[in-house]
């Protein structure tokens, strides 16, 4: 093989290579919303009991970083009581359990 052959066939596959390959998305994923009621939290092992709206009842663990924004100044999980009508947002992470990042209370009628 000659040079000049290797170049040709090295830059069409250089060509080849950028028009066909395919885009990865470097988004992460999220995870979901989901809506429905406290049926139980505890603060020390950060385990909330949750009643989805029209769904199960689903245990999950929420993150030392999770942000619960109701109308008081502070985000803090500790505000968070059973009872409760909350929006949660649960990660799904590739490896490990679901967790919730992020809780808003939704104002009662």
Known sequence: MTMNMFIKIALFSAIAGLCFSSTASAIRPMGTTMTGVV???DHSTRW???S???GPVRQFVYSEWVKFWHDEKEALPAHLKPGMRVQIKL???LIGPDFVRQIVLIAQP
């Open 91 to 93: 990660h799904n992470p």
């Open 52 to 54: 989805q709206d029209g």
């Open 39 to 41: 049926q139980s939290v």
């Open 48 to 50: 909330i009991t949750f």
